[in-house]
């Protein structure tokens, strides 16, 4: 292939290569352009459309993180192969909280931090206050048991323009917290599932099934995550992922192995995947990874998700989209269970995002977290010849996996000693895993930047 034939619109609002990774997506996915298939070079393409070459490398790299394309060393772009991608499209469209001991430490590289210095306050108050101005006697009304339908409505709108999420606001269901969100899913589900896990995982979420009285399986992942031939091997009929940003490891699972999955779903009734779309907000090179629900044509996927990273942690405002297949069965099962989140904050939360509050927000804690995780990426510099850095273009926090002798243990106490947290891989583990090399989680949302800089050139004496 020697060029595409590209109408690029310089006056709309979609930026530019953006509007690139749309149409050679849409290429790939309806077979125009067949597995296998070079693609332009980025200056070929770029001259072609008269476009800067990082507009169009923004557009690779975006289809190559989504695993559309292929990158062969001095070889080119190739189309991946996805085998029956149309047939799986739908016609019509319609952080682990471990409990710590309570020493303070002087630095701490949690990964669940959340900087709650650049909340909006003001605004919050404002919203607030003209909440209780404007309906005084309502508010104090016991609540629809799903959550307040204008609050749904607001919110089924924002997953689809966000995450690409199709959904009515009869599926969605507020909850306080993701752990009563799993909650309420069991007594929807019903107990007689077994429920496979990625391996490591975010394990409140484990936890709380296990808890429950759920038989749970951990699977293996490799670099594109939960390996479906194990997941089949499991005997598991529901699992839980989390494929735009996997928690802790940070991999993106690529488009192939995401229909894997959901043909796995589709093979069998009574098969379903929750999708856990933690921290997906934040990502730092391209646009946020489209959520797989938007993928399903089966009603297979359980999406779920939490203002708790993108606004406030006391926010306790957690959700679920449910498929229309499970919605009846909530109806019967989970209905009569009124409402955990006060109808104040699911109508400020409402105004927040329809105000375009919560866009803001989010932009101005993008540019926050990037310029942290740029301070930190730098200051590792030291530290690449001696460990791999992975995760580092999304959420809020990456791994160094040492190639050295050093065992995790001796990693972590050793900065403890200088008043440092920093937290091991092992602690996200189902089950141990043998010879494993030592991998260390730095979180870097609640650090100052110059805090960072003081932790990290510490970390570089101590683990040389």
């Known amino acids: 292939m020697n060029e595409l034939t590209i109408n690029l619109n310089s006056r709309s609002k979609k930026p530019l290569y953006e509007q690139i990774y749309d149409y050679i997506k849409s290429d790939i996915q309806t077979g125009r352009i067949p597995y296998g298939e070079k693609l332009p070079s980025t200056r070929a393409l770029s001259r072609h459309l008269e476009v800067s070459r990082s507009t169009v490398e923004l557009a690779y790299e975006q289809l190559l993180s989504e695993g559309y394309i292929e990158s062969a060393p001095y070889r080119g772009f190739f189309v991946a192969q996805i085998d029956e991608l149309y047939q799986l499209k739908k016609e019509e469209q319609t952080a682990v909280k471990k409990v710590e001991k309570k020493r303070k430490f002087k630095y701490d590289f949690t990964p669940n931090g959340v900087d709650l210095n650049s909340f909006p306050y003001n605004v919050w108050r404002k919203l607030s206050k003209d909440i209780l101005i404007d309906d005084k006697t309502e508010l104090f009304r016991t609540g629809d048991p799903q959550g307040e339908y204008g609050f749904r409505c607001a919110l089924s709108n924002y997953l689809y323009q966000a995450r690409g999420v199709n959904c009515s606001p009869d599926q969605i269901v507020i909850g306080a917290g993701s752990d009563y969100i799993l909650m309420l899913l069991s007594m929807i589900l019903g107990r007689k599932h077994m429920i496979a896990f990625e391996d490591p995982t975010y394990k409140q979420a484990y936890r709380v099934i296990h808890t429950i009285g759920y038989e749970t399986v951990p699977v293996m992942m490799d670099q594109y995550g939960m390996m479906v031939s194990e997941l089949e091997k499991s005997g598991a009929d ?227």
């Open 238 to 464: 529901i699992a839980y992922v989390t494929p735009s940003h996997q928690y802790p490891t940070g991999i993106v699972m690529p488009i192939k192995r995401r229909m894997e999955l959901l043909k796995w779903a589709y093979a069998k009734e009574g098969r379903y995947i929750i999708e856990d779309d933690y921290d997906s907000e934040f990502r730092y090179k391209g646009k946020p990874i489209p959520a797989l629900q938007g993928y399903d044509a089966q009603d297979k996927v359980i999406y779920l998700g939490t203002f708790s990273k993108s606004i406030a942690p006391a926010i306790r405002l957690s959700y679920m989209v449910l498929p229309e297949t499970l919605v009846e069965q909530y109806r019967i099962r989970g209905s009569f269970v009124n409402s955990t989140v006060s109808k104040v904050d699911q109508l400020i939360v409402q105004r927040f995002i329809e105000e375009g509050y919560y866009e803001r927000h989010l932009n101005k804690s993008r540019a926050l977290y990037k310029n942290r995780h740029d301070v930190l990426m730098e200051a590792l510099k030291p530290l690449e010849d001696i460990c791999e850095i992975s995760g580092e273009h999304a959420g809020v926090h990456i791994l160094l996996t040492f190639e050295n002798s050093w065992k995790e243990q001796e990693l972590i106490e050793k900065a403890e000693k200088e008043d440092i947290r920093v937290y091991g891989l092992s602690d996200y583990r189902i089950r141990e895993a043998d010879n494993e090399k030592a991998t260390i989680l730095l979180g870097y949302a609640n650090m100052k930047e110059e805090k960072i800089k003081e932790a990290v050139e510490i970390l570089n004496r101590l683990w040389r």
